[in-house]
């Protein structure tokens, strides 16, 4: 497929798509917008920048239009889980601007985080589509505010991040209550034992596609890494905010406790932050990304988890104050900058206990960062291999043994995983697809706003 005209998709939606000025469809929208216009069920193996949200998103509108009628009261014809606020949001946002010629097109978001009256409106009269977070939906259906019974098509998005969020019991339940009669698009970065079982037991004879965002990082990102003490990463990101021609800049920590903890050292040295994870209201949230993206506050902190869901362009500095852990979390990371043409800029701090993930990063993205040793003042030839290995990861495995398995990251946020996500950890490994390198991230020329 060459041109979203191809896919015979209604004037509509083409128009829409020309306003978003989208011309080529993305791999996983050239391999799923078929199948799902022939109405099949489909299993995606693709993670989010990979276009996945039009890939469902586009069909199903189609669907809608050439399938119009009223929504039955506090019904929804389409339901979309999804496993954080922010990406329902999203998903919302694109649903509006994909459909924004299709009238009527009643589109509703659910989450957890803010009153649910609004959302009990919202729903009285039916909609087309629902995006939801799992827990706020049974909430709904409990107030019976909602019923599931008229449900055509169920899209089941970053299923893997679902389950790692403990959210599988809740969806069990929802596809419990849904029509047996529907249409099913689940999609997941990786496909561990158990979400293969998930898929199992809610699809009928699914086909599959996959694509992988190759293990490469942009190239318009210029990256540098700074070798620094641990103790002297508060000053150095001081001194790098006040150096640096600084648009707007995403720092991730990885903790939420680091997260808030760089904030007040920044607001020591005059500069103004702000911190956004999970500890945070939606309230708050809401407030600092609109902050964020009007550029009232420059800088914003954030751990990995959290900064999934911004979709803010402009974004001029990713700074790495720790590094991650898992090599994909700082593809994901530096990704986040240079969107819309423009060139980003990845620093990344480095202190001796993370050399280590340094090393994983490099073999992974197949380069060597550009470094400067701030003990030093001078240029490191090489970084130096720790004489041990600190900062070895969990699962034992010999850094740099995942270079050919692109992947979804870890989320690094080091607080919410025990054995179970170790375990799941290991169980992904074995069963992550290989070889698929066949997609680079999108640089989000548009974002649909
Ligand atoms: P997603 O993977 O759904 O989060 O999409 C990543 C970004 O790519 C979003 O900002 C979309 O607006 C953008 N996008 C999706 N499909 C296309 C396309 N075919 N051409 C250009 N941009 C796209």
């Given at each position: 497929?060459?041109s979203?005209?191809?896919?015979g998709?209604?004037?509509p939606?083409t128009?829409?798509l020309?306003?978003e000025?989208?011309?080529?469809?993305?791999p996983i929208?050239?391999?799923?917008?078929?199948l799902?216009?022939?109405?099949?069920?489909v299993?995606g193996?693709a993670?989010t920048?990979t276009?996945?949200?039009?890939?469902?998103?586009?069909?199903i509108?189609n669907?809608?239009?050439?399938?119009?009628?009223?929504?039955?009261?506090?019904?929804?014809?389409v339901l979309?889980?999804s496993?954080?606020?922010?990406?329902s949001?999203?998903i919302?946002?694109?649903?509006h601007?994909y459909g924004?010629?299709?009238r009527p097109?009643a589109?509703?978001l659910?989450i957890g985080g803010?009153?649910?009256?609004k959302q009990i409106?919202?729903?009285?009269?039916?909609v087309?589509?629902?995006?939801?977070t799992?827990?706020?939906?049974?909430d709904?259906?409990?107030h019976?505010?909602?019923?599931?019974?008229?449900?055509?098509?169920?899209?089941?998005?970053?299923?893997?991040?679902m389950?790692?969020?403990?959210?599988?019991?809740?969806?069990?339940r929802v596809?419990a209550m849904?029509?047996k009669?529907?249409q099913?698009?689940?999609?997941s970065?990786?496909?561990?034992?158990?979400?293969?079982r998930?898929?199992?037991?809610?699809?009928?004879?699914?086909a599959r596609?996959?694509?992988?965002?190759q293990?490469s990082?942009?190239e318009?990102?210029?990256?540098r890494v700074?070798?620094t003490?641990?103790?002297?990463k508060g000053?150095?990101?001081?001194?790098v905010?006040?150096?640096?021609p600084?648009?707007?800049?995403?720092?991730f920590t990885?903790?939420?406790?680091?997260?808030?903890k760089?904030?007040?050292?920044?607001?020591?040295?005059?500069?103004?932050?702000?911190?956004?994870?999970?500890?945070?209201?939606?309230s708050?949230?809401?407030?600092?990304?609109?902050?964020?993206?009007?550029?009232?506050?420059?800088?914003?902190?954030?751990?990995?988890i959290?900064?999934?869901?911004i979709?803010?362009?402009?974004?001029s500095?990713?700074?790495?104050?720790d590094l991650?852990?898992?090599?994909?979390?700082?593809v994901?990371?530096?990704?986040?900058?240079a969107?819309?043409?423009?060139?980003?800029v990845?620093?990344?701090?480095c202190?001796?206990?993370?050399?280590?993930?340094?090393?994983?990063i490099?073999r992974?993205?197949?380069?060597q960062?550009?470094?400067?040793?701030?003990?030093t003042?001078?240029?490191?030839?090489?970084?130096?291999?720790?004489?041990?290995?600190?900062?070895?990861?969990?699962n034992?495995?010999?850094?740099?043994?995942r270079?050919?398995q692109?992947g979804?990251?870890n989320d690094?946020?080091?607080?919410?995983?025990g054995?179970?996500?170790?375990?799941?950890?290991?169980?992904?490994?074995?069963?992550?697809?290989s070889?698929l390198?066949?997609?680079t991230?999108?640089?989000?020329?548009?974002?649909p706003?």
């Amino acid at each position: 497929m060459t041109s979203f005209h191809d896919f015979g998709l209604a004037e509509p939606i083409t128009r829409a798509l020309a306003d978003e000025k989208y011309v080529t469809p993305t791999p996983i929208q050239a391999q799923t917008i078929p199948l799902v216009l022939e109405r099949r069920d489909v299993i995606g193996i693709a993670q989010t920048g990979t276009g996945k949200t039009a890939a469902f998103a586009l069909p199903i509108l189609n669907y809608i239009h050439a399938n119009r009628r009223r929504p039955e009261k506090k019904a929804c014809r389409v339901l979309v889980l999804s496993p954080t606020r922010e990406l329902s949001g999203q998903i919302v946002d694109s649903f509006h601007a994909y459909g924004r010629y299709i009238r009527p097109l009643a589109v509703a978001l659910a989450i957890g985080g803010v009153p649910i009256n609004k959302q009990i409106r919202s729903l009285a009269h039916g909609v087309e589509v629902l995006v939801a977070t799992p827990g706020r939906l049974l909430d709904l259906v409990a107030h019976r505010a909602l019923r599931l019974d008229q449900v055509e098509v169920l899209v089941l998005d970053e299923a893997d991040r679902m389950l790692d969020m403990g959210f599988i019991h809740d969806i069990k339940r929802v596809v419990a209550m849904l029509p047996k009669e529907r249409q099913t698009l689940f999609f997941s970065a990786t496909m561990p034992q158990e979400i293969t079982r998930l898929a199992d037991s809610m699809l009928r004879n699914p086909a599959r596609v996959a694509v992988t965002p190759q293990a490469s990082t942009a190239e318009k990102i210029a990256q540098r890494v700074i070798l620094t003490d641990k103790a002297a990463k508060g000053a150095l990101l001081a001194d790098v905010l006040k150096s640096e021609p600084v648009e707007r800049v995403l720092v991730f920590t990885r903790t939420k406790h680091g997260a808030d903890k760089v904030v007040r050292g920044l607001a020591k040295a005059g500069l103004k932050a702000e911190a956004i994870h999970g500890n945070k209201s939606q309230s708050q949230r809401q407030r600092v990304l609109a902050a964020f993206r009007s550029g009232s506050i420059r800088t914003l902190v954030a751990t990995d988890i959290a900064a999934r869901g911004i979709d803010v362009d402009g974004i001029s500095h990713v700074i790495n104050y720790d590094l991650p852990n898992v090599p994909e979390s700082y593809v994901h990371r530096i990704g986040r900058t240079a969107r819309a043409g423009a060139e980003g800029v990845a620093i990344s701090f480095c202190d001796h206990e993370e050399r280590a993930y340094l090393r994983d990063i490099e073999r992974m993205i197949r380069m060597q960062i550009p470094a400067t040793d701030r003990r030093t003042g001078q240029r490191p030839a090489q970084h130096a291999a720790p004489h041990h290995h600190p900062a070895k990861r969990h699962n034992g495995h010999a850094p740099g043994r995942r270079q050919h398995q692109a992947g979804r990251s870890n989320d690094g946020n080091g607080q919410q995983h025990g054995g179970r996500r170790q375990a799941h950890h290991q169980e992904r490994r074995k069963s992550e697809p290989s070889g698929l390198g066949n997609v680079t991230f999108l640089q989000r020329p548009s974002a649909p706003r």
